[in-house]
C-alpha cells in the first residue's frame, strides 16, 4: 500500500473529520429548516436562511471531498497496490500528445482481482508506436505509478496542484513492452462520446481541409484543442477571442438560438412550445454527446438547460436564481469543479452578463436594427470580460484591448459557422456532403483566421506580464460587486464603499512595491544539467548562469518571478562568481574549476556545482557551513556521498532536484 504525501500542495481541499463535518452539517440543518419557516411568514429580505444555505452547501461540498480523498476512500487504489501488483487501467480521454508519448487520463479500476477506483496520468512513448490506443482498450500493467512531482522552481507551473485539483496524484511512463491491451469491460457514457467525436473527426480529416482549417474547425464543433498550432494560438490569444476556440456558454448560446429560430414552426402546433423546448433541449445535449462530453461542455450545457427553462416559464427576473441552480447542480455531481478554472469563469462571465448588461443597455437605445444589434453585443462582451477580467489577469497576465472589436467582427461569423459546421457533419453522416459544400465551408474559416491574425498583430493594444496578485483578485471583485449594486441602487453607503475599494487596491500595490524594494534575495533555481543563480537586490537582479547559452532571462519561471515581484529589472552575468554576500550570509560556490580548501573567510552557505572533485570530508573539517547545496548541474552519484557527509556533521543538505529551488530572503 502507498499513500501520496500531499504536503502544503493539498491545501485547497478540506481535511476535516467526517464525524466533525457530518455533525456540523446536522446544526445547520436544524437552523436552516427554522430560518425557512421564518422566512415564509416574513416580509423581510431572508438573509439568515440564504447565510444557512450556503453554509448547508459548503458543509456538503466539504463532506463530499473529504470523503473522497484517496486517504480516506478505501476503494482508492493506493491503498491495495504493492509492488508486482498487476494494475488494470480504462482509458478514459485522450490527453494533448508531445512530440515523444501519447498521453491520455485513465482510472484504475483493478488492482490483481480487487476492484479499485482513482484517475492516473499515462503517457506511452511513440518509438515503437504509430498510432495512441482506442478509447475501448484497457492496460494492463505491473509498472508501479508514481507520484506526481512538486515544482521545483519558484513562479514555474505547479502541475502537481493542477492535478491534484482533478483528483489526480500519480501518473504512469510506459513503453510498449511495459503493457498489454484487452477489450473495455464496459464503456462510460464519455468514452462513447469521445469515440464517437473521434470517428466523426476522422472522416471529417479526410475532406481535403488544410491542417490550420481542421484544427480550428475540430476546436469549434467538436472542442479538440490538441491539435492547434501554437501560432494559431497565440493569434487568438492575442485577438482576446480565445474563448471562441473552447466550446463553452457561448457556442451553447449561439447553438440554442440557430435551433430556436430552425425549431419555429413547432409553436403552431398545439402545446407547440413545450414540445419545442423538448427538442432544444434533446438537440442541446446530442451537440454537446457529439462534442465529447468534455467537462466544459457539460456544465455550458447544464447551465443553458436550466436558464432555458426559467425563461420557458417566464422567470425573466429570476435568473440569477436559476444560474445558481445550474451552478448547485454541477457541483453535486462533481465536487472539484469549483476549483476548475474553467468552471468559474464560466459562470462568471455569465453573471456579469445578467447584473452588468441591463444598465449598460439602458445607456443608448439605437433607432436602427443594425447598430442595436451591434451595441448589443458590445454590451454582451464588455460584460463578460468584466466577469473574467480579475480572474484572468490573476492565472495569465495577458490582456487583450482587441476583444472588443475581434467579439464584432467574429462572433456574428461565429452562428453561421457553427451553423454550416453541424450541417457539414449530419450530411456527412448521411454520405451526402458535396464538395462545393466543403470547399465554402473551408473558405469562410480561413476568412476568420486571417482577420484573427490582423488583430491579434496589434500589439500597441496587447498587455503582457501584468502584476495581479491574490489579494488584488478579492478586491476587484468587491469592487465590481459593490459597483453593480451602486449602479443598479444607488445610495450614500455604496459610493463610499467602493471608495475604500480603490484605497484598497492602491494600498495592495504600494505595499507589494514597497515589500520588493525593501528585500534582498538569493536563489538557487533547478536547471538540468545547468546552474542558474538570482541575486536580488530590491527591484533589480542579476542572473548567474555556468551555461552561456541562451538568455536565460526568457525562462518562463524567470519572467514569471520577475513579473510577480512587480516586474524586478533583471541583466544577466557573462561569469559564475564563486562568491556572494546576501545581507548577512556570506556564500560560497564551489566548481571543478575552483577547488580549494583555504576560503579565506567562514561562508554560512556553501553551494557545490558541476560536480566537484572535492573531499567534502576534509572540507568540513575546516569549515562549518549552515547549509550546503546541490543543484542540477551535479551528479547523482556525487549528490549521495556529499549527503551522507552532512547527515554525519549535522549539516542540511539541500538537493534542488528532490527539495526544489533554495531560497535565500534578507530584509534590509
Known amino acids: 500500500m502507498f499513500l501520496p504525501d500531499h504536503g502544503d500542495s493539498d491545501r485547497f481541499f478540506f481535511d476535516f473529520s467526517l464525524e466533525w463535518i457530518s455533525t456540523g452539517a446536522g446544526l445547520i440543518f436544524i437552523a436552516f429548516i427554522l430560518c425557512y419557516f421564518n422566512a415564509r411568514n416574513s416580509f423581510h429580505p431572508p438573509f439568515l436562511f440564504v447565510l444557512f444555505s450556503a453554509l448547508l452547501m459548503m458543509q456538503y461540498g466539504m463532506f463530499i471531498i473529504t470523503k473522497n480523498k484517496p486517504g480516506r476512500n478505501l476503494m482508492h487504489y493506493t491503498h491495495h497496490f504493492i509492488p508486482g501488483s498487476s494494475i488494470r487501467i480504462s482509458l478514459r480521454e485522450e490527453l494533448k500528445h508531445t512530440g515523444h508519448y501519447f498521453r491520455f487520463r485513465g482510472e484504475i479500476t483493478g488492482v490483481d482481482k480487487k476492484k479499485t477506483e482513482g484517475d492516473i496520468l499515462i503517457r506511452i512513448s511513440k518509438d515503437q508506436m504509430s498510432q495512441p490506443l ?95 498550432s501554437k501560432e494559431t494560438t497565440s493569434s487568438y490569444q492575442n485577438a482576446g477571442a480565445m474563448h471562441l476556440l473552447a466550446i463553452s456558454g457561448l457556442h451553447i448560446g449561439i447553438l440554442l438560438m440557430i435551433l430556436n429560430v430552425a425549431l419555429g414552426p413547432f409553436e403552431r402546433l398545439r402545446h407547440g412550445k413545450a414540445i419545442k423546448w423538448v427538442l432544444l433541449i434533446g438537440f442541446l445535449w446530442f451537440f454537446a454527446f457529439i462534442s465529447g462530453l468534455s467537462p466544459s461542455v457539460i456544465r455550458a450545457a447544464t447551465m443553458f438547460t436550466v436558464l432555458s427553462f426559467g425563461i420557458r416559464i417566464g422567470r425573466y427576473s429570476q435568473l440569477g436564481n436559476y444560474l445558481f441552480t445550474a451552478l448547485f447542480l454541477n457541483l453535486i455531481f462533481k465536487p472539484l469543479y469549483v476549483f476548475d478554472l474553467g468552471f468559474q469563469m464560466s ?72 451553423g454550416m459546421g453541424y450541417f457539414m457533419i449530419i450530411l456527412d453522416f448521411f454520405n451526402f456532403l458535396w464538395p462545393f459544400y466543403v470547399e465554402v465551408y473551408a473558405m469562410i474559416i480561413t476568412m476568420m483566421n486571417h482577420t484573427i491574425e490582423i488583430f491579434g498583430s496589434i500589439n500597441t493594444l496587447i498587455f503582457k506580464n501584468v502584476f495581479f496578485t491574490e489579494p488584488l483578485l478579492y478586491i476587484s471583485y468587491l469592487f465590481i460587486g459593490l459597483l453593480t449594486f451602486s449602479i443598479s441602487k444607488l445610495n450614500a453607503k ?81 561569469q559564475m562568481l564563486n562568491f556572494y554576500k546576501v545581507g548577512n550570509y556570506n556564500i560560497m560556490v564551489i566548481d571543478h574549476l575552483s577547488i580549494k580548501s583555504d576560503f579565506g573567510f567562514k561562508p554560512d552557505i556553501l553551494i557545490l556545482i558541476n560536480s566537484p ?56
Request: hydrophobic share 45%; charged share 20%; proline share 3%.
Open 134 to 228: 482506442r478509447l475501448d482498450e484497457c492496460i494492463l500493467t505491473s509498472t508501479e505509478p508514481k507520484e506526481i512531482g512538486k515544482v521545483l522552481n519558484p513562479a514555474a507551473f505547479d502541475f502537481r496542484e493542477y492535478s491534484r485539483k482533478k483528483g489526480i496524484y500519480h501518473q504512469l511512463s510506459l513503453s510498449q513492452e511495459q503493457f498489454t491491451t484487452l477489450p473495455a469491460e464496459q464503456m462510460n457514457v464519455r468514452a462513447l462520446a469521445l469515440m464517437c467525436r473521434g470517428r466523426i473527426i476522422k472522416s471529417l480529416g479526410d475532406k481535403g481541409f488544410t491542417s490550420k482549417e481542421f484544427s480550428v474547425i475540430e476546436a469549434l464543433l467538436l472542442g479538440k484543442r490538441q491539435d492547434l
Open 494 to 574: 455604496r459610493p463610499a464603499a467602493i471608495l475604500v475599494c480603490c484605497i484598497l487596491l492602491f494600498s495592495i500595490l504600494l505595499f507589494e512595491k514597497r515589500t520588493t524594494q525593501s528585500e534582498s534575495a538569493f536563489i538557487v533555481f533547478h536547471q538540468y544539467k545547468q546552474s542558474l543563480f538570482l541575486r536580488r537586490t530590491g527591484d533589480k537582479g542579476i542572473l548567474y548562469s555556468g551555461s552561456g547559452a541562451n538568455s536565460v532571462k526568457e525562462l518562463s519561471f524567470v519572467k514569471n518571478y520577475a513579473r510577480n515581484h512587480f516586474l524586478l529589472n533583471l541583466s544577466e552575468s557573462e
Open 347 to 418: 459562470y462568471l462571465a455569465v453573471a456579469a452578463i445578467l447584473g452588468i448588461s441591463p444598465f449598460l443597455k439602458s445607456l443608448w437605445n439605437p433607432d436602427q436594427k443594425l447598430l442595436r444589434y451591434i451595441w448589443n453585443l458590445f454590451v454582451i462582451s464588455i460584460s463578460a470580460q468584466l466577469g473574467v477580467l480579475p480572474l484572468s489577469l490573476y492565472h495569465f497576465h495577458h490582456f487583450s484591448a482587441l476583444f472588443v472589436l475581434s467579439s464584432i467582427a467574429i462572433i456574428p461569423f461565429l452562428g453561421i459557422v457553427l
Open 613 to 668: 572533485q572535492i573531499n567534502l570530508d576534509r572540507i568540513l573539517g575546516e569549515i562549518r557551513p549552515k547549509v550546503i547545496i546541490a543543484d542540477g548541474s551535479d551528479f547523482s552519484s556525487y549528490k549521495s556521498l556529499w549527503e551522507k557527509s552532512c547527515k554525519q556533521k549535522g549539516i542540511i543538505f539541500h538537493d534542488t532536484y528532490r527539495d526544489g529551488a533554495f531560497t535565500l530572503i534578507s530584509h534590509s
